[in-house]
């Protein structure tokens, strides 16, 4: 999710407004999807935005914090390597 988080810093983006999560990760996918990335790459992109919008989906971006993301993002690693276990 470092290309996510790279897009939010370069795009600035105003968090006084009240953009959710889920309506910047569904933009965001489909910018992303629109380069010339593999379909494979943009399924992952697409599991992790799913599996981050059941924490943060209707979370406005501007309550966020750095914490609940990192929190997050280790979850989601966690559920990866427990699979591969699998």
Avoid: C, P
């Amino acid at each position: 999710m470092i290309d996510l988080e790279y897009i939010l810093g370069k795009a600035k983006l105003d968090f006084k407004n009240d953009i959710t999560f889920k309506d910047m990760a569904a933009e965001w996918l489909d910018v992303y999807s629109n380069t010339d990335r593999k379909i494979s790459t943009i399924s992952v992109k697409k599991h992790e935005i799913e599996h981050l919008n059941t924490v943060f989906g209707f979370h406005k971006l501007k309550d966020i914090t750095k914490k609940m993301y990192q929190d997050a993002i280790t979850s989601l690693k966690v559920e990866k390597k427990s699979k591969m276990k699998k």
